[in-house]
């Protein structure tokens, strides 16, 4: 940690240096340069001064990407603030049991999010932000209320010759100083707050300048996809190249693969950041049809083409990507094996990461040129990770991590922070893996119940199955997956049934009722694609607690 200067640092920086280039676009929205980028920072840090907000307060931002997103955030840091962002994916009661549990301050929210949420069920919050213009929507301070309505007098009055780049100066972190809290889960029983301190961060953001350094350039295009509320596309899409001086674009729309894929043909990113959902869904829609014909399956099968036919395909592939991109980085959850064989065999730069929220999140990854198909990479700068298990390389062990991107632990939760932070300082991941001798890391089973969506977003059975297990006919229930679906697996109540004089039918139309409820207040990143019927009890252990493992395949 002796290079470690200042997170904050690299926005100051990048600011000062970029100041009359284009910095955040809302995808065929609004264009903010670093200097609009840099004032509205300044008016926000004025608005936080003058309405009581001190440094280490909390401040949650919940909403679509956007360029007021990327400024409510880093305002928030650059102040000293502590950031909690929320997925916009949550519903109202997780919004509202994360801004309680986190004891936040100050809520901005995007215009979808605010006609979900009820302020009353927030009854900490000194205010809450409209973030597409920065109004207040509710102000329970008078200094909140003052220092909006006369924000731009008290701008005048703080910089009366002009905002310029040398008052461009920002909160000067400590490693281990608290910058965000990322929460897991929206749900109060099962939240897991993890603490991510500067270091982790600025752990993150060094070895991914590292990396791109050559590749990625300021000035150059990136689109954001994935939320940033969750750490992968927080870290990679939004605090890289703001840092690195890229000019970032943001889908603030529903990201279908349609919009995604004339996008990359719009904006031409200098790197692409996904999950494998849209990965998959690009090369069997636009893709897959064009070259699973006869003629085509011809020429690749005759050797003195079929360099240059494979060479033409990738050719192609590239260009549904923007043409452009150094590589196409993958991460969240494991890439389809047919998408990655078929990407692998035409020489098309991929490659797959691994990493965890308690990581900020990166923990492996290589540069596709390094990339060995079903590997998710090396050991990352600043981290060291080993598979706990007597024979690495041939037994699966749980994959243990430590170093400077690991969290500080879970925020009011002791307890959790032990089950998974040692007294070496190695995080237990809860995924089972093995590693060859160079340092490659694959993946092969997850330990913890914890399932992953196509998407990348975590999904928690046991908060789905304690809603579930309250509705009518419904003994005990267990949530599987399937490919990018979940399932529910259901033992109903038999008993009641009988009582009742159900039948089978009566069963299964009542489970499909049960599912449209439960599907209604569910994310939709999580939502239950089919309800089936299990007719024995499940399995249990000596705690009387479902054997998972038993399931999985059904």
């Known amino acids: 940690m002796n290079n470690y200067n200042s997170f904050n640092a690299f926005f100051e920086k990048s600011i000062i240096n970029n100041w009359d280039s284009d910095a955040l676009t809302d995808y065929q929205g609004i264009t903010l340069q670093y200097h609009d980028v840099a004032r509205k920072i300044e008016k926000l840090h004025i608005l936080f001064e003058n309405s009581g907000i001190v440094k280490g307060?909390?401040?949650?931002?919940?909403?679509?990407?956007?360029a007021h997103w990327a400024v409510a955030f880093t305002a928030t840091l650059t102040y000293g603030a502590i950031a909690v962002p929320i997925l916009h994916e949550f519903n109202a009661e997780q919004v509202h049991n994360i801004v309680n549990h986190s004891e936040s301050k100050l809520l901005f929210v995007g215009d979808v999010v605010v006609k979900t949420i009820s302020p009353d069920e927030m009854p900490d919050l000194e205010g809450i932000i409209n973030l597409p213009d920065f109004s207040i929507l509710v102000s329970r301070s008078e200094k909140l209320t003052y220092a909006r309505e006369h924000l731009n007098e008290l701008f005048g009055k703080k910089f009366p010759k002009a905002f310029r780049q040398e008052h461009v100066s920002y909160h000067k972190d400590e490693p281990e100083e608290l910058a965000l809290i990322n929460y897991t889960s929206g749900t109060t029983g099962f939240s897991k707050g993890v603490m991510l301190p500067y270091r982790a961060l600025w752990g993150n953001l060094d070895f991914i300048l590292e990396m791109l350094y050559d590749k990625v350039h300021k000035g150059d295009n990136t689109l954001s996809i994935l939320?940033?509320?969750?750490?992968?596309?927080?870290?990679?899409?939004?605090?890289?190249?703001?840092?690195?001086?890229?000019?970032?674009?943001?889908?603030?729309?529903?990201?279908?693969?349609?919009?995604?894929?004339?996008?990359?043909?719009?904006?031409?990113?200098?790197?692409?950041?996904?999950?494998?959902?849209?990965?998959?869904?690009?090369?069997?829609?636009?893709?897959?049809?064009?070259?699973?014909?006869?003629?085509?399956?011809?020429?690749?099968s005759t050797p003195v083409i079929n360099k240059r036919i494979r060479q033409k395909i990738c050719d192609q592939v590239y260009q549904v990507f923007?043409?452009?991109?150094?590589?196409?980085?993958?991460?969240?959850?494991?890439?389809?094996?047919?998408?990655?064989?078929?990407?692998?065999?035409?020489?098309?730069?991929?490659?797959?990461?691994?990493?965890?929220?308690?990581?900020?999140?990166?923990?492996?990854?290589?540069?596709?040129?390094?990339?060995?198909p079903g590997s998710c990479g090396t050991s990352v700068k600043h981290m060291e990770v080993k598979i706990d298990s007597s024979d690495p390389e041939n037994?699966?062990?749980?994959?243990?991590?430590?170093?400077?991107?690991?969290?500080?632990?879970?925020?009011?939760?002791?307890?959790?922070t032990k089950e998974v932070l040692d007294e070496e300082g190695w995080y237990h991941t809860g995924d089972l893996g093995t590693m060859m001798a160079d340092g490659h890391v694959f993946i092969r089973g997850r330990k913890k119940s914890m399932l992953l969506g196509a998407n990348g977003q975590n999904v928690y059975p046991e908060e789905i199955e304690d809603k579930l297990n309250s509705m009518a006919m419904v003994s005990e229930s267990i949530i599987v997956q399937k490919e990018d679906k979940f399932i529910a697996l259901v033992h109903p109540d038999y008993d009641e049934a009988k009582l009742m004089g159900f039948d089978n039918d009566d069963i299964t139309g009542i489970m499909e009722q049960n599912r449209n409820e439960l599907n209604n207040i569910l994310p939709a990143y999580s939502k239950i694609s089919e309800i089936r019927i299990h007719e024995e009890e499940f399995a249990k252990t000596p705690k009387k607690s479902i054997k998972r493992y038993l399931y999985q395949n059904i």
């Open 57 to 66: 307060n909390k401040i949650a931002i919940c909403g679509r990407n956007s």
């Open 227 to 300: 939320p940033m509320a969750h750490m992968y596309g927080l870290a990679v899409e939004f605090i890289f190249p703001f840092a690195n001086g890229c000019h970032l674009f943001f889908l603030n729309r529903l990201p279908s693969p349609a919009i995604i894929a004339q996008a990359f043909t719009d904006i031409k990113p200098a790197i692409v950041i996904s999950v494998p959902l849209i990965i998959d869904k690009i090369i069997r829609k636009k893709v897959f049809p064009k070259i699973q014909t006869k003629l085509m399956s011809l020429l690749l």
């Open 322 to 372: 923007g043409g452009k991109a150094y590589e196409i980085v993958v991460g969240g959850a494991a890439l389809n094996q047919e998408v990655e064989q078929f990407l692998k065999s035409i020489d098309f730069p991929i490659t797959v990461g691994y990493g965890a929220t308690e990581c900020a999140p990166l923990i492996t990854f290589s540069d596709y040129k390094d990339f060995i």
């Open 395 to 416: 037994i699966p062990g749980e994959i243990l991590t430590r170093g400077m991107n690991v969290m500080l632990g879970y925020y009011k939760n002791e307890e959790a």
